[in-house]
């Protein structure tokens, strides 16, 4: 249901509202969020039993000349990939999925996307190093109104489930999450994806993962995180965490670092739009962080193509 006056038509379950600024109703919302949490805990827990195993596991760009072979896929990633489209085509036939490692849009152009990556983090996961996510994000008309991602590292000191819906609260496996920064803490730490041992005041950190960074950043454990060109599955979820805890979120285009307010649809060289072609510069945490990064000149100026011509542009997706 959304919650709105106006024209009304029922689709799988939900009340689709006729204006632009409808928005899921709170009932509605709270079973999104719940699958999203269970969808994250059923790849959490693929993901552990695979953990230390011989997996089968392919590239998407091979190495040539001096560059390294990239963005690995393992067969967790499709494997889990599967079962989470399952489980949405079960519960809500009617939503449209967009998943990093299929193709496939059963619903495209519905108001309700599910933007799914079975493993942010992938080279991570397939070297033992224990920094990568499931990352599952739910966005009504390109807004994220829902994100659970599970973790394999918290500000607990164990794995699980960082989960969120709109107008809700950043939780942790069901138990509310209070940021806190200590007064005491000069140097605060950022997630940077060309990390230097000084970043503007900022300690720099880099973790492979952008799902992982945007969990830390909604937690206050990092203070804020920049992103020079992320996928709409790497953050997706993320983000829906980032508003729930009081953060912001600005995003760089044409007229410079604006508010993030929704994804929208980008054109291929062919000239087809769609949301899963989304990238942009995004910069996330305490809205006085956030600032403070946006304000720098060597990032004031930063756009989208030359964040991909950068030559750390091989971790642009934090794989």
């Known amino acids: 249901m ?10 799988a379950g939900f009340q689709i509202m006729a204006k632009p600024e409808a928005t899921i109703a709170a009932g509605d919302l709270a079973q999104v969020e719940d699958l999203a949490v269970e969808l994250a805990r059923l790849a959490g827990a693929e993901i552990v039993n695979a953990l230390g195993g011989l997996l089968t596991i ?61 493993i942010d983090g992938t080279s991570n996961f397939i070297n033992g190093f224990p920094m990568f996510a499931a990352s599952i994000g739910v966005l009504h008309r390109g807004r994220p109104v829902a994100g659970a991602l599970w973790c394999s590292a918290s500000h607990a000191l164990r794995s699980g489930v960082y989960h969120a819906r709109h107008g809700g609260r950043l939780r942790f496996d069901g138990e509310d999450v209070t940021p806190r920064i200590n007064p005491a803490v000069r140097t605060g730490l950022a997630g940077i994806p060309d990390a ?59 007229d410079g670092w604006r508010p993030f307010e929704r994804f929208v649809p980008e054109a291929t060289a062919a000239g087809v739009a769609d949301l899963r072609f989304w990238r942009h510069p995004l910069v996330i945490g305490r809205p006085e962080a956030v600032q403070r990064m946006c304000g720098r000149p060597e990032f004031a100026s930063q756009g989208p193509e030359a964040a991909s011509k950068r030559p750390d542009s091989g971790a642009l997706t934090r794989r």
């Open 58 to 118: 392919r590239y998407k760009t091979a190495a040539t000349g001096d560059e390294l072979w990239r963005d690995p896929v393992s067969e967790v990633d499709h494997n889990v990939e599967t079962l989470i489209r399952a489980r949405v085509a079960e519960r809500f036939p009617a939503h449209d999925v967009i998943g990093e490692e299929m193709d496939d849009r059963p619903a495209r152009d519905h108001d309700i996307v599910w933007a799914v990556d079975p």
């Open 196 to 254: 230097q041992p000084s970043d503007g005041g900022w300690d720099g950190r880099k973790t492979g993962s952008a799902a992982i960074e945007c969990a830390l950043t909604a937690a206050g454990i990092l203070r804020v995180a920049r992103f020079n060109a992320p996928n709409i599955w790497d953050v997706a979820g993320g983000l829906a965490l980032v508003q729930a805890a009081g953060g912001d979120i600005r995003q760089h285009g044409e």
């Open 2 to 11: 959304l919650a709105h006056a106006g024209t009304i038509d029922a689709v």
